[in-house]
Nanobody
Framework: QVRLVESGGGSVQAGGSLRLSCAASGFTYSSRCMGWFRQAPEKEREGVAYIYTGGSNTYYSESVKGRFTISANNAKSTLYLQMNSLKPEDTAEYYC????????????????????WGQGTPVTVSS
């Protein structure tokens, strides 16, 4: 049974940092595309960052490029999102997800290519 459990969310002031974690189990962690998504109130869920766990390829949305870093620890089957220089517009529920097997990891990957999702962790950035 696939399980993704996010943690690390919280409330910070603008300019602060948070590190999100996503503990994965129930599937072969290596060689998969994994990603972080976020959904703000009354907005659609958007992709923030993706990583291919079998290599070093990473992809970021323009809104977070240079501020967020996605990484994966294969030994621990854990996905991370280091978020620096946080802005109020980063406020959202953050979700990790794993793509279907054999789906390529690239900047334009579709949300529908992700087959399993965590329950989310909230991030609130105050000005």
């Amino acid at each position: 049974q696939v399980r993704l459990v996010e943690s690390g969310g919280g409330s910070v002031q603008a300019g602060g940092s948070l590190r999100l974690s996503c503990a994965a189990s129930g599937f072969t962690y290596s060689s998969r595309c994994m990603g972080w998504f976020r959904q703000a109130p009354e907005k659609e869920r958007e992709g923030v960052a993706y990583i291919y766990t079998g290599g070093s390829n990473t992809y970021y949305s323009e809104s977070v490029k240079g501020r967020f870093t996605i990484s994966a620890n294969n030994a621990k089957s854990t996905l991370y999102l280091q978020m620096n220089s946080l802005k109020p517009e980063d406020t959202a529920e953050y979700y990790c997800a794993v793509a279907l097997p054999l789906v390529g990891c690239y900047a334009g990957i579709l949300r529908t290519d992700f087959s399993y999702w965590g329950q989310g962790t909230p991030v609130t950035v105050s000005s």
